[in-house]
């Protein structure tokens, strides 16, 4: 399977750019691989530059999990942060990501200073 990057999982969420929409699109019409390091870079990129909201991310990330082209990888993972997010006020979506893939690992908890990140289940502050 293919994989793709994050400006190409961008292209096909803003539709910022025509042209490289239908290329994205085409690429990935038999189906692609989105790894955890370009979901969460797609999530700082729409957040940072297109000013997505808390809202706006969660709905995005329910969406991508599932997406019927798209593998995100670990999604048990994606799906455990995705209600991470939503359940907290205020902890950032890669923070769940975080703590959910080293619930996956084994390696609970995770020591932060992010007061936030803290309060999620398996964070803990240093």
């Known amino acids: 399977m293919r994989a793709i990057d ?3 999982l961008v292209r096909l969420i803003v539709r910022d750019e ?5 290329k994205a699109e085409a690429f990935v019409a038999q189906g ?3 790894s955890q390091l370009v979901l969460a870079e797609t999530v700082w990129v729409l957040e940072s530059v297109y000013g997505f909201d808390r809202v706006q991310i969660a709905t995005l990330v329910g969406m991508l999990v599932e997406h019927d ?3 995100l990888q670990d999604e048990d ?3 455990g942060a995705h209600s991470a997010f939503e359940q907290s006020r205020s902890a950032g979506f890669t923070d769940c990501l975080i703590v959910e893939a080293a619930r996956k690992a084994g390696h609970l908890p995770v020591g932060t200073f992010d007061r936030a990140m803290s309060r999620i289940d398996g964070g803990q502050e240093v």
């Open 6 to 8: 994050t400006n190409v």
């Open 18 to 22: 025509p042209a490289q929409f239908e």
């Open 32 to 34: 692609a691989w989105v």
């Open 69 to 71: 082209r798209l593998t």
């Open 77 to 79: 993972v994606i799906r």
